[in-house]
Protein backbone atom coordinates (compact mmCIF):
# COMPACT_ATOMS: atom_id res chain seq x y z
CA UNK A 1 0.00 0.00 0.00
CA UNK A 2 1.25 3.39 -0.83
CA UNK A 3 1.84 5.95 2.15
CA UNK A 4 -0.86 8.22 2.64
CA UNK A 5 -0.68 11.44 1.24
CA UNK A 6 -1.36 15.00 3.53
CA UNK A 7 -1.83 18.19 1.67
CA UNK A 8 -1.27 21.10 3.97
CA UNK A 9 -1.48 24.79 4.06
CA UNK A 10 -0.04 27.19 6.03
CA UNK A 11 -1.33 31.11 5.62
CA UNK A 12 0.94 34.18 5.94
CA UNK A 13 0.69 34.93 9.70
CA UNK A 14 1.72 31.56 10.12
CA UNK A 15 4.73 32.52 8.40
CA UNK A 16 5.50 35.86 9.67
CA UNK A 17 8.95 35.64 10.74
CA UNK A 18 11.50 33.03 10.97
CA UNK A 19 10.85 31.40 14.50
CA UNK A 20 7.33 31.20 13.25
CA UNK A 21 8.73 28.96 9.59
CA UNK A 22 10.73 27.33 11.95
CA UNK A 23 7.97 26.12 14.16
CA UNK A 24 5.81 25.56 11.00
CA UNK A 25 9.08 23.01 9.95
CA UNK A 26 8.54 21.15 13.14
CA UNK A 27 4.80 20.54 12.79
CA UNK A 28 5.56 19.22 9.07
CA UNK A 29 8.37 17.17 10.51
CA UNK A 30 6.22 15.36 12.94
CA UNK A 31 3.66 14.56 10.50
CA UNK A 32 5.61 13.17 8.52
CA UNK A 33 7.16 10.87 11.09
CA UNK A 34 3.77 9.66 11.29
CA UNK A 35 4.30 8.09 8.16
CA UNK A 36 2.77 10.18 5.31
CA UNK A 37 3.54 11.83 2.15
CA UNK A 38 3.64 15.67 2.71
CA UNK A 39 2.80 18.26 0.01
CA UNK A 40 2.75 21.84 1.42
CA UNK A 41 1.33 25.08 0.15
CA UNK A 42 2.53 28.13 1.51
CA UNK A 43 1.75 31.89 1.42
CA UNK A 44 3.72 35.05 1.79
CA UNK A 45 5.36 36.10 4.55
CA UNK A 46 2.98 37.75 7.15
CA UNK A 47 2.08 41.03 5.16
CA UNK A 48 4.81 40.53 2.46
CA UNK A 49 1.75 41.04 -0.61
CA UNK A 50 0.31 44.02 0.79
CA UNK A 51 4.14 45.23 1.11
CA UNK A 52 4.65 44.65 -2.54
CA UNK A 53 1.61 45.61 -3.71
CA UNK A 54 2.24 49.20 -1.50
CA UNK A 55 5.81 49.46 -3.64
CA UNK A 56 4.48 48.90 -6.95
CA UNK A 57 1.57 51.52 -6.05
CA UNK A 58 4.42 54.43 -4.77
CA UNK A 59 5.97 53.40 -8.18
CA UNK A 60 2.85 53.93 -10.15
CA UNK A 61 -0.73 54.20 -10.21
CA UNK A 62 -1.74 51.70 -12.99
CA UNK A 63 1.22 49.14 -12.66
CA UNK A 64 1.29 46.50 -15.44
CA UNK A 65 -0.85 43.40 -14.99
CA UNK A 66 1.85 41.50 -15.56
CA UNK A 67 4.54 42.67 -13.51
CA UNK A 68 2.40 42.76 -11.37
CA UNK A 69 1.95 39.04 -10.97
CA UNK A 70 5.46 38.62 -11.48
CA UNK A 71 6.47 40.66 -8.70
CA UNK A 72 3.74 39.24 -5.88
CA UNK A 73 4.62 35.56 -6.89
CA UNK A 74 8.18 36.09 -5.24
CA UNK A 75 5.85 36.51 -2.01
CA UNK A 76 5.32 33.06 -2.61
CA UNK A 77 9.15 31.74 -3.51
CA UNK A 78 10.68 33.57 -0.35
CA UNK A 79 8.39 31.66 2.18
CA UNK A 80 8.57 28.30 0.27
CA UNK A 81 12.33 28.22 0.13
CA UNK A 82 13.08 29.24 3.63
CA UNK A 83 10.40 26.62 4.54
CA UNK A 84 12.36 24.12 2.80
CA UNK A 85 15.79 25.56 4.72
CA UNK A 86 13.98 25.15 7.94
CA UNK A 87 13.29 21.73 7.05
CA UNK A 88 16.94 20.42 5.80
CA UNK A 89 17.68 22.38 8.94
CA UNK A 90 16.39 19.54 10.80
CA UNK A 91 16.84 16.91 8.81
CA UNK A 92 14.65 16.27 6.56
CA UNK A 93 14.49 16.33 2.44
CA UNK A 94 12.72 18.62 1.18
CA UNK A 95 12.47 21.21 -2.07
CA UNK A 96 10.68 23.41 -2.95
CA UNK A 97 8.53 24.37 -6.25
CA UNK A 98 7.29 27.18 -8.07
CA UNK A 99 3.58 26.97 -9.10
CA UNK A 100 4.81 26.49 -12.51
CA UNK A 101 7.23 23.77 -11.40
CA UNK A 102 4.11 21.97 -9.75
CA UNK A 103 2.54 21.81 -12.73
CA UNK A 104 -0.10 24.87 -12.35
CA UNK A 105 -1.56 26.39 -15.50
CA UNK A 106 -4.32 29.10 -15.52
CA UNK A 107 -5.88 30.84 -17.49
CA UNK A 108 -4.23 34.41 -18.52
CA UNK A 109 -6.39 37.19 -16.24
CA UNK A 110 -3.60 38.64 -14.36
CA UNK A 111 -4.51 39.27 -10.70
CA UNK A 112 -7.18 36.79 -10.92
CA UNK A 113 -6.14 33.97 -13.04
CA UNK A 114 -8.35 30.41 -12.61
CA UNK A 115 -6.71 27.34 -12.33
CA UNK A 116 -6.97 25.49 -15.35
CA UNK A 117 -5.17 22.37 -15.10
CA UNK A 118 -2.47 20.68 -12.68
CA UNK A 119 0.06 18.46 -14.23
CA UNK A 120 2.20 17.33 -11.10
CA UNK A 121 4.60 14.95 -12.66
CA UNK A 122 7.70 16.78 -10.69
CA UNK A 123 5.98 16.62 -7.13
CA UNK A 124 5.40 12.94 -7.42
CA UNK A 125 8.77 12.61 -8.54
CA UNK A 126 10.15 14.33 -5.30
CA UNK A 127 7.48 12.42 -3.29
CA UNK A 128 8.81 9.29 -4.51
CA UNK A 129 12.88 10.73 -4.00
CA UNK A 130 11.41 10.83 -0.39
CA UNK A 131 10.97 14.57 0.09
CA UNK A 132 8.44 16.92 1.54
CA UNK A 133 7.65 19.43 -1.33
CA UNK A 134 6.71 22.88 -0.27
CA UNK A 135 4.53 24.54 -3.07
CA UNK A 136 4.67 28.33 -3.80
CA UNK A 137 0.79 29.10 -3.80
CA UNK A 138 -1.22 31.84 -4.91
CA UNK A 139 0.64 31.54 -8.92
CA UNK A 140 0.88 29.39 -12.09
CA UNK A 141 1.38 30.17 -15.31
CA UNK A 142 -0.71 31.00 -17.97
CA UNK A 143 -1.27 28.13 -20.63
CA UNK A 144 0.32 28.01 -23.95
CA UNK A 145 4.28 27.81 -25.44
CA UNK A 146 6.39 27.15 -22.69
CA UNK A 147 8.27 30.48 -24.14
CA UNK A 148 4.87 32.41 -24.18
CA UNK A 149 3.66 30.64 -20.89
CA UNK A 150 2.96 34.04 -17.99
CA UNK A 151 3.47 34.01 -14.43
CA UNK A 152 -0.09 34.36 -13.24
CA UNK A 153 -1.38 34.90 -9.27
CA UNK A 154 -5.00 33.55 -8.25
CA UNK A 155 -6.77 36.70 -6.24
CA UNK A 156 -5.99 37.44 -2.72
CA UNK A 157 -6.59 34.55 -0.57
CA UNK A 158 -5.49 32.25 -4.06
CA UNK A 159 -3.08 29.69 -1.44
CA UNK A 160 -6.08 28.30 -0.47
CA UNK A 161 -6.83 27.26 -4.39
CA UNK A 162 -3.86 26.25 -4.75
CA UNK A 163 -3.98 24.01 -1.85
CA UNK A 164 -7.26 22.61 -2.72
CA UNK A 165 -6.49 22.32 -6.46
CA UNK A 166 -3.33 19.88 -5.84
CA UNK A 167 -5.39 17.65 -2.45
CA UNK A 168 -7.82 17.15 -5.44
CA UNK A 169 -5.50 16.42 -8.45
CA UNK A 170 -3.20 14.03 -5.72
CA UNK A 171 -6.11 12.46 -4.71
CA UNK A 172 -4.53 13.69 -0.76
CA UNK A 173 -6.04 11.65 2.09
CA UNK A 174 -6.47 15.28 4.22
CA UNK A 175 -6.43 18.92 2.80
CA UNK A 176 -5.63 20.58 6.18
CA UNK A 177 -5.74 24.42 5.70
CA UNK A 178 -3.76 25.99 8.61
CA UNK A 179 -4.14 29.57 9.68
CA UNK A 180 -4.53 31.96 12.47
CA UNK A 181 -7.55 31.14 14.41
CA UNK A 182 -9.00 27.76 15.08
CA UNK A 183 -11.34 26.67 12.33
CA UNK A 184 -14.93 28.50 10.84
CA UNK A 185 -16.69 30.45 13.27
CA UNK A 186 -20.29 32.02 12.77
CA UNK A 187 -19.37 35.26 12.32
CA UNK A 188 -15.42 36.85 12.25
CA UNK A 189 -13.99 35.82 15.84
CA UNK A 190 -11.95 39.50 15.66
CA UNK A 191 -15.36 41.46 15.34
CA UNK A 192 -17.38 39.04 17.26
CA UNK A 193 -15.87 37.77 20.86
CA UNK A 194 -19.48 35.70 21.31
CA UNK A 195 -19.11 34.07 17.58
CA UNK A 196 -18.63 30.35 18.08
CA UNK A 197 -16.47 27.67 16.03
CA UNK A 198 -18.27 25.17 14.13
CA UNK A 199 -17.07 21.58 14.02
CA UNK A 200 -18.58 21.27 10.01
CA UNK A 201 -19.97 23.35 7.55
CA UNK A 202 -21.69 22.85 4.27
CA UNK A 203 -19.88 23.63 1.56
CA UNK A 204 -22.64 25.86 0.10
CA UNK A 205 -23.11 27.96 3.19
CA UNK A 206 -18.91 27.91 2.95
CA UNK A 207 -19.06 29.03 -0.12
CA UNK A 208 -21.36 32.13 0.89
CA UNK A 209 -19.82 33.10 3.47
CA UNK A 210 -16.35 33.46 1.35
CA UNK A 211 -18.50 35.27 -1.39
CA UNK A 212 -19.69 37.45 1.28
CA UNK A 213 -16.69 38.33 2.68
CA UNK A 214 -15.50 35.62 4.81
CA UNK A 215 -11.84 35.91 4.34
CA UNK A 216 -10.52 33.08 5.64
CA UNK A 217 -11.36 30.41 2.56
CA UNK A 218 -10.89 31.55 -1.08
CA UNK A 219 -14.41 31.50 -2.56
CA UNK A 220 -12.80 29.43 -5.80
CA UNK A 221 -10.86 26.84 -3.60
CA UNK A 222 -14.24 26.33 -2.14
CA UNK A 223 -16.17 25.66 -5.41
CA UNK A 224 -12.75 23.14 -6.10
CA UNK A 225 -13.91 21.23 -2.64
CA UNK A 226 -17.10 20.96 -3.37
CA UNK A 227 -16.88 19.76 -6.84
CA UNK A 228 -13.92 17.26 -6.47
CA UNK A 229 -15.69 16.24 -3.03
CA UNK A 230 -12.21 17.30 -0.76
CA UNK A 231 -13.26 17.67 2.29
CA UNK A 232 -11.12 20.77 3.70
CA UNK A 233 -10.17 20.85 7.69
CA UNK A 234 -9.51 24.56 8.59
CA UNK A 235 -7.57 24.83 11.90
CA UNK A 236 -4.94 26.97 13.65
CA UNK A 237 -1.09 26.59 13.15
CA UNK A 238 -0.21 28.02 16.80
CA UNK A 239 -2.10 25.52 19.02
CA UNK A 240 -3.18 21.62 18.84
CA UNK A 241 -7.19 22.01 18.69
CA UNK A 242 -9.92 20.36 16.62
CA UNK A 243 -10.76 22.40 13.62
CA UNK A 244 -13.39 23.00 10.94
CA UNK A 245 -14.40 20.37 8.31
CA UNK A 246 -15.53 22.29 5.39
CA UNK A 247 -17.45 19.23 3.25
CA UNK A 248 -21.31 17.75 3.16
CA UNK A 249 -23.39 18.97 5.68
CA UNK A 250 -25.89 16.49 6.70
CA UNK A 251 -27.66 18.63 9.24
CA UNK A 252 -28.80 21.41 6.80
CA UNK A 253 -32.25 20.80 7.81
CA UNK A 254 -32.59 20.56 11.39
CA UNK A 255 -31.05 23.66 12.88
CA UNK A 256 -31.19 27.05 12.87
CA UNK A 257 -31.39 28.29 9.36
CA UNK A 258 -28.62 30.86 9.77
CA UNK A 259 -25.35 29.44 9.45
CA UNK A 260 -23.43 32.38 9.89
CA UNK A 261 -22.63 36.17 9.43
CA UNK A 262 -20.10 37.31 7.01
CA UNK A 263 -18.65 40.83 6.01
CA UNK A 264 -16.98 43.27 3.76
CA UNK A 265 -15.17 45.95 4.12
CA UNK A 266 -13.94 45.77 0.28
CA UNK A 267 -17.02 47.84 -0.87
CA UNK A 268 -17.78 51.17 -2.73
CA UNK A 269 -20.88 52.32 -3.07
CA UNK A 270 -21.32 54.59 -6.72
CA UNK A 271 -24.23 56.62 -7.58
CA UNK A 272 -25.01 57.83 -10.55
CA UNK A 273 -27.28 61.04 -10.09
CA UNK A 274 -30.20 61.93 -12.32
CA UNK A 275 -29.48 59.65 -15.33
CA UNK A 276 -31.93 59.95 -18.12
CA UNK A 277 -34.60 57.37 -17.31
CA UNK A 278 -34.76 55.55 -20.83
CA UNK A 279 -34.27 51.84 -22.23
CA UNK A 280 -30.60 51.02 -22.72
CA UNK A 281 -29.27 53.44 -19.81
CA UNK A 282 -28.45 50.45 -17.60
CA UNK A 283 -27.08 48.40 -20.62
CA UNK A 284 -24.35 51.36 -21.74
CA UNK A 285 -22.95 51.83 -17.69
CA UNK A 286 -22.54 48.38 -16.81
CA UNK A 287 -21.86 46.81 -20.17
CA UNK A 288 -18.24 48.49 -20.09
CA UNK A 289 -17.89 47.71 -16.55
CA UNK A 290 -18.42 44.05 -17.15
CA UNK A 291 -16.07 44.20 -19.98
CA UNK A 292 -13.07 45.46 -17.90
CA UNK A 293 -13.62 42.83 -15.36
CA UNK A 294 -15.31 44.27 -12.31
CA UNK A 295 -17.42 42.62 -10.49
CA UNK A 296 -21.03 45.05 -9.52
CA UNK A 297 -22.51 43.39 -6.93
CA UNK A 298 -26.08 45.37 -5.62
CA UNK A 299 -27.60 47.36 -8.18
CA UNK A 300 -30.80 49.89 -7.16
CA UNK A 301 -32.24 52.10 -9.22
CA UNK A 302 -34.48 54.76 -7.59
CA UNK A 303 -37.61 55.37 -8.55
CA UNK A 304 -37.66 57.98 -11.24
CA UNK A 305 -38.26 61.82 -11.41
CA UNK A 306 -38.79 64.20 -14.06
CA UNK A 307 -37.30 61.86 -16.78
CA UNK A 308 -34.27 61.05 -14.59
CA UNK A 309 -32.84 58.62 -12.18
CA UNK A 310 -30.55 57.78 -9.51
CA UNK A 311 -28.86 54.36 -9.93
CA UNK A 312 -26.49 53.17 -6.96
CA UNK A 313 -24.36 50.03 -7.12
CA UNK A 314 -21.35 48.43 -5.04
CA UNK A 315 -17.89 47.29 -6.25
CA UNK A 316 -14.79 46.01 -4.49
CA UNK A 317 -12.99 49.04 -3.60
CA UNK A 318 -9.95 48.03 -5.01
CA UNK A 319 -11.32 48.51 -8.38
CA UNK A 320 -12.94 51.81 -7.74
CA UNK A 321 -10.47 53.99 -9.39
CA UNK A 322 -10.52 51.81 -12.30
CA UNK A 323 -14.41 52.14 -12.87
CA UNK A 324 -14.45 55.80 -11.98
CA UNK A 325 -11.76 56.30 -15.16
CA UNK A 326 -14.65 54.26 -17.12
CA UNK A 327 -17.55 55.95 -15.88
CA UNK A 328 -16.36 59.21 -16.65
CA UNK A 329 -16.68 59.81 -20.21
CA UNK A 330 -19.89 57.76 -20.13
CA UNK A 331 -21.34 60.59 -17.62
CA UNK A 332 -20.88 62.94 -20.42
CA UNK A 333 -21.93 60.76 -23.26
CA UNK A 334 -25.61 60.33 -21.57
CA UNK A 335 -25.90 63.72 -19.92
CA UNK A 336 -26.04 62.53 -15.80
CA UNK A 337 -25.52 64.85 -13.17
CA UNK A 338 -22.40 63.00 -11.90
CA UNK A 339 -21.00 60.08 -10.51
CA UNK A 340 -20.87 60.10 -6.55
CA UNK A 341 -18.67 57.73 -4.35
CA UNK A 342 -18.59 56.42 -0.88
CA UNK A 343 -16.17 53.97 0.45
CA UNK A 344 -17.10 54.22 3.81
CA UNK A 345 -20.00 51.09 3.36
CA UNK A 346 -19.72 47.83 4.86
CA UNK A 347 -21.46 44.64 3.54
CA UNK A 348 -23.29 42.86 6.06
CA UNK A 349 -24.71 39.62 5.10
CA UNK A 350 -27.13 36.18 7.06
CA UNK A 351 -26.20 33.15 5.77
CA UNK A 352 -27.89 30.16 5.61
CA UNK A 353 -29.40 27.15 3.34
CA UNK A 354 -33.50 27.58 3.28
CA UNK A 355 -33.23 31.11 4.55
CA UNK A 356 -35.12 32.23 1.73
CA UNK A 357 -38.27 29.47 2.23
CA UNK A 358 -38.57 30.35 5.73
CA UNK A 359 -40.51 33.31 6.46
CA UNK A 360 -39.34 36.31 8.69
CA UNK A 361 -35.50 36.24 8.04
CA UNK A 362 -35.29 39.74 6.22
CA UNK A 363 -37.98 41.06 8.63
CA UNK A 364 -35.70 40.33 12.01
CA UNK A 365 -32.72 41.38 10.28
CA UNK A 366 -33.75 44.43 9.32
CA UNK A 367 -35.47 44.85 13.26
CA UNK A 368 -32.60 44.14 14.54
CA UNK A 369 -30.39 46.74 13.13
CA UNK A 370 -33.26 48.89 13.66
CA UNK A 371 -33.26 48.45 16.94
CA UNK A 372 -29.49 48.72 17.20
CA UNK A 373 -29.61 52.05 15.52
CA UNK A 374 -27.55 50.84 11.96
CA UNK A 375 -29.31 52.81 9.08
CA UNK A 376 -29.74 49.91 5.73
CA UNK A 377 -28.43 52.01 2.95
CA UNK A 378 -29.06 48.78 0.25
CA UNK A 379 -30.55 45.35 0.52
CA UNK A 380 -29.82 42.35 -1.78
CA UNK A 381 -31.07 38.01 -1.18
CA UNK A 382 -30.54 35.25 -2.82
CA UNK A 383 -31.18 31.58 -1.93
CA UNK A 384 -28.92 31.44 0.73
CA UNK A 385 -28.29 35.20 2.26
CA UNK A 386 -29.71 38.46 2.72
CA UNK A 387 -27.46 41.32 2.34
CA UNK A 388 -27.05 44.93 3.60
CA UNK A 389 -25.38 47.89 2.89
CA UNK A 390 -24.33 50.13 5.76
CA UNK A 391 -22.25 52.59 7.03
CA UNK A 392 -18.81 51.56 7.98
CA UNK A 393 -18.40 52.53 11.63
CA UNK A 394 -21.67 50.64 12.14
CA UNK A 395 -20.35 47.11 11.49
CA UNK A 396 -19.28 45.87 14.65
CA UNK A 397 -22.62 46.72 16.45
CA UNK A 398 -24.59 45.32 13.55
CA UNK A 399 -22.67 42.40 13.39
CA UNK A 400 -22.75 41.98 17.62
CA UNK A 401 -26.87 42.66 17.49
CA UNK A 402 -27.28 39.87 14.59
CA UNK A 403 -25.45 37.26 16.02
CA UNK A 404 -27.46 37.65 19.07
CA UNK A 405 -30.73 37.95 17.43
CA UNK A 406 -30.20 34.88 15.36
CA UNK A 407 -28.76 32.94 18.83
CA UNK A 408 -25.38 31.82 16.96
CA UNK A 409 -23.67 31.97 20.57
CA UNK A 410 -26.29 28.76 21.48
CA UNK A 411 -24.57 25.61 20.07
CA UNK A 412 -26.50 23.70 17.89
CA UNK A 413 -28.39 20.79 19.34
CA UNK A 414 -27.37 18.39 16.59
CA UNK A 415 -23.94 18.81 17.63
CA UNK A 416 -24.46 18.45 21.36
CA UNK A 417 -25.96 15.14 20.26
CA UNK A 418 -23.27 14.08 18.11
CA UNK A 419 -20.41 14.94 20.41
CA UNK A 420 -22.57 13.44 22.97
P1 LIG B 1 -4.20 33.17 6.28
O1 LIG B 1 -3.09 34.17 6.32
O2 LIG B 1 -3.93 31.99 7.15
O3 LIG B 1 -4.63 32.79 4.89
P2 LIG B 1 -6.50 34.92 6.47
O4 LIG B 1 -6.20 36.24 7.12
O5 LIG B 1 -6.62 34.88 5.01
O6 LIG B 1 -5.43 33.86 7.00
O7 LIG B 1 -7.85 34.32 7.10
C1 LIG B 1 -7.98 34.16 8.50
C2 LIG B 1 -8.81 35.29 9.07
O8 LIG B 1 -10.14 35.24 8.55
C3 LIG B 1 -9.02 35.23 10.56
O9 LIG B 1 -7.95 35.83 11.25
C4 LIG B 1 -10.35 35.94 10.78
O10 LIG B 1 -10.15 37.27 11.24
C5 LIG B 1 -10.97 36.02 9.39
N1 LIG B 1 -12.34 35.52 9.35
C6 LIG B 1 -13.40 36.18 8.77
N2 LIG B 1 -14.53 35.49 8.91
C7 LIG B 1 -14.21 34.35 9.58
C8 LIG B 1 -14.99 33.23 10.03
N3 LIG B 1 -16.31 33.14 9.80
N4 LIG B 1 -14.35 32.25 10.70
C9 LIG B 1 -13.02 32.33 10.93
N5 LIG B 1 -12.24 33.37 10.54
C10 LIG B 1 -12.82 34.38 9.87
N1 LIG C 1 -0.17 35.97 -0.43
C1 LIG C 1 -1.45 36.05 -1.11
C2 LIG C 1 -2.36 37.04 -0.42
O1 LIG C 1 -1.94 37.68 0.53
C3 LIG C 1 -2.12 34.70 -1.24
C4 LIG C 1 -2.54 34.04 0.05
O2 LIG C 1 -2.15 34.46 1.14
O3 LIG C 1 -3.26 33.06 -0.03
O4 LIG C 1 -3.47 37.23 -0.83
MG1 LIG D 1 -5.95 33.59 3.44
Given at each position: ????????????????????????????????A??H??????????????????????????????????????????????????????G???????????????????????????????????????????V???Q???????????????????????????????????????????????????????????????????????H????????????????????I??????????G?????????????????????????????????????????????????????????????????????????????????????????????????????????????????????????????????????????????????????????????????????????????????
Amino acid sequence: MSTPLVVQKFGGSSLADADRIKRVARRIARERAAGHELVVIVSAMGDTTDELLGLAAAITDEPDPRELDVLLATGEHQSATLVSMALHAIGVPAISLTGRQAGITTDGRHGKARIADVEPRRVHAELKAGKVVIVAGFQGVSAGAPDDAEITTLGRGGSDTTAVALAARLGAERCQIFTDVRGIYTADPRLVPAARQLSIVGYEEMLELAHQGAQVMQPRAVELGWVNHVVIEVLSSFEDAPGTHITEDPHVEQRNKVRGLAHDRNVAKVTLVEVPDRPGVAALVFEPLADAGINVDMIVQNIGHGGATDLSFTIPQVELAHARRILDPITRQLGFREVTTDTAVAKVSIVGAGISNAPGYAARMFRTLADAGVNIEMISTSEIRITTIIAEDALETALRALHTAFELERPETVEAAAAG
